[in-house]
């Protein structure tokens, strides 16, 4: 399963992604219906050895065994990621009656350019759960990196550059550095990928680039040539750039404003 923020891969007993923190729905889910399975295994148990009491050894013997081997069945199937699997088919079942439906609505975002609603309908309807939109896989991490990064410019601005400025721009470098590397196939590099970089992904990527740099010229003063040259900088140079651009940005503001 993959964590329904960044999109890595999680285990089950996971309670959160080891990567951006994003509590994990299905461990919680996985660690109730334990302590659900284990509570209703004991109070069984205690009902039926009451129950066995008007019983020879025999029968009482058989009747208890039956009921703890149907609850260890149930226990088994919960440790072995039931729920998961319970979700999986119902994913399964809703992606292959809508399939065509589902391809054409994000066909259009990708046409109109769209990106976030692309992103929540990729990500509400768990797309990724089925090699029948592989096709999309890489383009769902570029729009989560590229929406990620105007994020943090408009939390930046909304909070007036209350939240620490070195951090937002650490946030931003490193979606912007995973953004270049992405689209670039720096990341992507096996065959199976090939039609996530066809001629016509490659100019919604292209796309995405213009709008993403054009926000950074703006709102972190960067000139053309740092521009350019952003896909060719480390992390940490990109990160210093953004950070030096968005202090004059919130001066420009508090200038304003005085």
């Known amino acids: 399963m993959k964590c329904p923020a960044c999109g890595a891969n999680l285990q ?3 309670e959160k992604c080891p990567f951006c923190g994003t509590p994990n729905p299905f461990a919680v889910k996985h660690q109730q219906d334990m302590r659900h399975y284990q509570q209703e295994f004991q109070q069984t148990k205690q009902d039926v050895e009451k129950k066995t009491l008007h019983f020879n050894s025999f029968t009482a013997r058989i009747a208890v065994i039956a009921v703890l081997l ?3 069945v149930g226990m088994i199937y919960v440790i072995n990621d039931g ?8 994913v399964n079942k809703d992606i292959a009656k809508n399939l065509e439906n589902y391809r054409a609505e994000l066909r259009a975002c990708e046409e109109a350019g769209e990106w976030r609603k692309l992103y929540a309908l990729h990500d509400a309807k768990s797309l990724d759960h089925t090699r029948d939109f592989q096709d999309y896989t890489v383009l769902s ?12 410019i408009t939390i930046f601005m909304e909070e007036e550059g209350e939240d620490d400025t070195a951090a937002v721009s650490s946030r931003m470098a490193s979606h912007l550095d995973s953004f270049y590397k992405s689209t670039g196939r720096l990341t992507y590099e096996g065959s199976d990928y090939d039609n996530n ?8 990527y292209r796309r995405m ?3 993403l740099e054009a926000a950074l010229s703006v709102y972190c003063h960067l000139t053309k040539e740092e521009v350019a040259a952003l896909a060719d900088y480390s992390v940490m140079k990109k990160a210093a750039l953004i ?12 200038e304003a404003e005085e």
């Open 243 to 254: 950070e030096e651009g968005l202090r004059r940005e919130a001066d420009e503001v508090k």
């Open 12 to 14: 089950i007993e996971d």
């Open 141 to 152: 991490f570029v729009i989560f990196d590229y929406k990620s990064i105007l994020n943090q």
């Open 209 to 211: 680039q213009e709008d």
């Open 197 to 204: 970089y066809t001629p016509e992904r490659m100019e919604s």
């Open 70 to 72: 149907a609850m260890i």
């Open 83 to 90: 729920p998961y699997y319970l979700w999986s088919s119902r």
